[in-house]
């Protein structure tokens, strides 16, 4: 997986799981090119790559066309949390949507490889679990969730025909939930939620008994997953799950936290939401065959290394700055 001179664009690349992404390419040789909005990323994410010679920033909106000379393009710009891609539905869809449409017209004409950031929720409320490829989905194509849902299911759509028509190489990645170092403090997500509440001595919220499960990637993993399948030969266009199918129970994720963080924060209990699904988990038996891919770092091992994070953001902001 080496990158040595190659000119890779990352999309949202001030972003989460963007961030680390354009770490780790620097680490293989590339040129990275960080293009970012700052919608939902931020400075702070990438400013210790700023004085890397091959790091470069620019601040674009992908929902207007892009000119650059690039060899591989991964396209990560989204909002991902249902906070921030319900804050402006249409902007949500338009960013899927044009940003695809801009990004494949990018790769098309520089004849770059370029990867989707693609996600679960393209199996929308799931019938069949765990979830292969294979399947469809079952998505509501008119409620407030479909702008991300329907909008990454079109980006798909727009992938696989720039790919049937044009020739485009062209990867596509199902990301599912990833947790880790720089996720957003306010996003809603269970991890972060959890992790922040704890460290600021708040109850822990667990919807109806705890006993929904869920699973929970490593950043790290993910971004190698990514990279494996950008790697592989050009005949290979995926769709590809990404993600760890090993599962925790919302109780005992809140216990571990409560444990790792040393807090003193007691488990509090809310009606479980109507739309909470019980279970979801990946079916990763394509991406073990395909990449010799699974994940390697256990939630322990990736849960403390975020609570360090969290601590020293803590730290910075104070403990305010996590309220
Ligand atoms: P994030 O919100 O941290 O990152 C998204 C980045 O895209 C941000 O830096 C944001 O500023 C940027 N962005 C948003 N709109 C833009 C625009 N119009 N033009 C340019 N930049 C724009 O989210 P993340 O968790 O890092 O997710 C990255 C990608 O992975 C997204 O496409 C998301 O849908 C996908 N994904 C993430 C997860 C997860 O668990 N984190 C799961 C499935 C899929």
Known sequence: MKHLR????????AGFIGSHLCERLLDAGANVLCVDNFFTGSHDNIAHLLPHPQFEVMRHDVTFPLHVEIDAIYNLACPASPIHYQHDPVATTKVSVYGAINMLGLA??????????STSEVYGDPAVHPQPEAYWGNV???????????GKRCAETLFFDYHRQHKVAIKVARIFNTYGPRMHPHDGRVVSNFIVQALSGKPLTLYGDGAQTRSFCYVDDLVDGLMRLMATPGDVTGPVNLGNPEEFTMRDLARLVVELTGSRSELTHLPLPEDDPRQRRPDIAMARSLL???PTIRLVDGLERTIAYFRRQTNAWGLQGLR
Do not use: H
Request: hydrophobic letters at 30%; a positive charge; glycine letters at 12%.
């Open 6 to 13: 190659q000119r890779v664009l990352v999309t949202g690349g």
């Open 108 to 117: 098309k004409r520089t004849g770059a490889r370029i990867l989707q950031a």
């Open 292 to 294: 010799n891919w699974s």
């Open 140 to 150: 509501n194509p008119i409620g407030p969730r479909s702008c991300y849902d329907e």
